[in-house]
């Protein structure tokens, strides 16, 4: 049976390291607090005005492309996963394609927006397409840009200290080897809590959120506001409503459920246990989600790559990233079952298995 196989990874860091006391300077914030709650140390920044999501998902999708042993030109379908994309609409996939300089169009290109768990959704996507056998070469790329989008102030850092930026990247090619190749891919979604992690204006709610802070969806709406007028309002400006919203610990609860959840879903559907997993890469979300997942899964310190500490949380390209740093490393072999789990806004989650 036709299966699909990671043919090659990449993945690409800005070079601007931002410690915890950078954001110290300019908001009430300590290095002690960010590590101890978090466990992340800096993060990247892009290049202001040079880098976007979509430059930073070329480069590593160029490493991808050619460790794939293809070149940008035989790739014949992209899927692109962001929440921070370089526009609104066009989506950053057909970005990427031109950057790529992919000038033929017998080619398609998706966004994806799933925000945490944006890259499991999109190998899965690619898996599928491979495995029918409509597409050979799929590139599935995550890649954040968050530092153009957050509060600096005070009011904003439960959120922007824990996000940083990168991209990562993958061709997903299909393989008739039944020992190598993605296993399974479990994805979830519960749309009840939408907005505990959420970026919600401008919106086509034409309003304005009336909570700060852990808000539920209730809009207030100026009646004086006409059609054209209402996607970003002064008051949006002023009360800080055009950043990312988080209720942090709503969403740890859930995270260290939903994970064990659905990595055990995964296995059992593969007719394999924890102990059988030689990496598991974890959405880099928080070192404490990680480490109790590991220690709910029982998992040793070998068996879980982390590196949060370094790059924060890069959303959708956070476990590209991850995954290709343990594979440079030589964590990763040839054989091994890796794991890659994620949970995330929406509420959305999942996991994928392969055998490497
Ligand atoms: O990747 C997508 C999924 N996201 C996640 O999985 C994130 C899950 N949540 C978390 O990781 C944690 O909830 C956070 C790291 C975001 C926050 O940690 P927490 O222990 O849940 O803190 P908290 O939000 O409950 O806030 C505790 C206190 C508050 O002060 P008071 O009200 O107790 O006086 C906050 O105002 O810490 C304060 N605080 C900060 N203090 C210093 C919040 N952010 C900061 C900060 N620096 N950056």
Request: glycine content about 10%; proline content about 3%; overall charge negative.
């Amino acid at each position: 049976m036709l299966k699909s196989k990671i043919a090659g990874i990449g993945h690409y860091v800005p070079e601007t390291i931002t410690t915890n006391d950078d954001l110290a300077k300019v908001m009430e914030t300590s290095d002690q607090w960010i590590q101890e709650r978090t466990g992340i140390q800096e993060r990247r920044y892009a290049k202001k005005h040079e880098e976007t999501t979509a430059t930073m998902g070329t480069k590593a999708a160029r490493i991808a492309i050619e460790r794939a042993g293809i070149t940008p030109e035989d790739v014949d379908f992209i899927v692109f996963a962001t929440l921070s994309p370089d526009y609104y609409f066009p989506g950053c996939g057909v970005l990427l394609q031109r950057e790529l300089g992919i000038t033929k169009t017998e080619i398609g290109a998706v966004d994806i927006r799933n925000q945490c768990s944006g890259f499991i959704y999109g190998l899965s996507i690619a898996d599928q397409f491979v495995k029918s056998g409509m597409y050979k070469n799929v590139l599935v790329v995550g890649s954040e840009m968050h530092s153009m989008g957050l509060d600096y102030s005070t009011r904003g850092r439960n959120v922007t200290v824990i996000f940083g930026d990168g991209a990562g990247a993958v061709v997903v090619q299909p393989t008739e080897d039944a020992n190598s190749g993605i296993l399974n891919t479990k994805l979830h979604s519960d749309g009840t809590y939408a907005e505990k992690l959420a970026f919600v204006s401008p919106g086509s709610h034409g309003g304005y959120h009336t909570k700060k802070q852990g808000y539920d969806t209730e809009y207030g709406f100026d009646e004086n506001i006409e059609y054209g007028e209402i996607f970003v309002t002064q008051k949006m400006v002023d009360e800080g409503q055009l950043y990312p919203q988080m209720e942090g610990q709503f969403v740890f609860k859930l995270a260290v459920t939903k994970f064990p959840e659905v990595i055990n879903e995964g296995l059992t559907d593969a007719g394999l246990k924890a102990s059988d997993i030689d990496m598991l890469i974890p959405h880099q979300a928080n070192l404490r989600i990680s480490q109790f997942v590991q220690k709910r899964m029982g998992l040793r310190d070998d068996q879980v790559y982390n590196n949060i500490m370094k790059y924060g949380n890069t959303t959708a390209a956070s476990i590209p990233i991850a995954l290709c740093e343990a594979w440079e490393a030589g964590k990763i072999k040839e054989g091994d079952l890796v794991c890659l789990a994620a949970f995330g806004s929406g509420f959305t989650w999942g996991s994928a298995l392969l055998r490497w």
